[in-house]
Nanobody
Framework: QVQLVESGGGLVQAGGSLRLSCAIS????????MGWFRQVPGQEREFVAV????????RYADSVKGRFTISRDVAMNTAYLQMNSLKPEDTADYYC?????????????????????WGQGTQVTVSL
């Protein structure tokens, strides 16, 4: 049973930074493309960032490009989302997700429907 556990959320002032972690167990981490999504209550869950299972193909939503960095540590079975220059509009619940199979080592996926496993979410609040 694959399990994902996020951590690192919290309250931060605008302009500050947070690093989210997503620890994965029960599966071969190196085989999974990993994505980060976020959701504001009452709104759709939206794509934030994705990293291919090779780690070489990385994409971001336009709203976070240049501020957020996704990475993965195979030895630690953990994916990360470094968030800098945070804005109040980044306030949301953040979720990591893993896709069981990918077309290739460089494949990336942008739709929440593409992912097979999800964490429980971690809340990020950015104050003025």
């Amino acid at each position: 049973q694959v399990q994902l556990v996020e951590s690192g959320g919290g309250l931060v002032q605008a302009g500050g930074s947070l690093r989210l972690s997503c620890a994965i167990s029960g599966g071969t981490f190196s085989r999974f493309p990993m994505g980060w999504f976020r959701q504001v209550p009452g709104q759709e869950r939206e794509f934030v960032a994705v990293i291919s299972r090779s780690g070489l193909n990385i994409r971001y939503a336009d709203s976070v490009k240049g501020r957020f960095t996704i990475s993965r540590d195979v030895a630690m079975n953990t994916a990360y989302l470094q968030m800098n220059s945070l804005k109040p509009e980044d306030t949301a619940d953040y979720y990591c997700a893993a896709k069981f199979r990918s077309f290739s080592a460089s494949s990336v996926y942008f739709s929440k429907g593409d992912y097979d496993y999800w964490g429980q979410g971690t809340q990020v609040t950015v104050s003025l």
